[in-house]
């Protein structure tokens, strides 16, 4: 089992940014990829950015430039930096660990973006 605790999200204004940090405790010598997901009211749920045990990354295109995926292997912590926020990134974001039969998920924190 792994536990996955969200931190970070608020009320920020457009063109702001914010931090968002996921802790992960348990069986995490099980944990390889990590990545964070979103999901707006009315839409479903999409991946914003993964990273590999290795470091390498891939983000959605709507946030290519703007957000930063990077983790902590010592603290077992994968962070996501977000920046130039839009309104349109207003949504429940969720920290993932894909693992079988089924991925682990964070409860969610909310970013809200709008002046």
């Known amino acids: 089992q792994v536990q996955l605790v969200e931190s970070g999200g608020g009320l920020v204004q457009p063109g702001g940014s914010l931090r968002l940090s996921c802790a992960a405790s348990?069986?995490?010598?099980?944990?390889?990829?990590m990545a964070w997901y979103r999901q707006a009211p009315g839409k479903q749920r999409e991946l914003v950015a993964r990273?590999?045990?290795?470091?390498?990354?891939n983000y959605a295109v709507s946030v290519k430039g703007r957000f930063t995926i990077s983790r902590d292997n010592a603290k077992n912590t994968v962070y996501l930096q977000m920046n130039s926020l839009k309104p349109e990134d207003t949504a429940v974001y969720y920290c993932?660990?894909?693992?079988?039969?089924?991925?682990?998920w964070g409860q969610g924190t909310q970013v809200t973006v709008a002046s």
């Open positions: 348990g069986s995490i010598s099980s944990i390889y990829d």
């Open positions: 990273i590999t045990s290795g470091g390498s990354t």
């Open positions: 993932n660990v894909p693992a079988v039969p089924l991925d682990y």
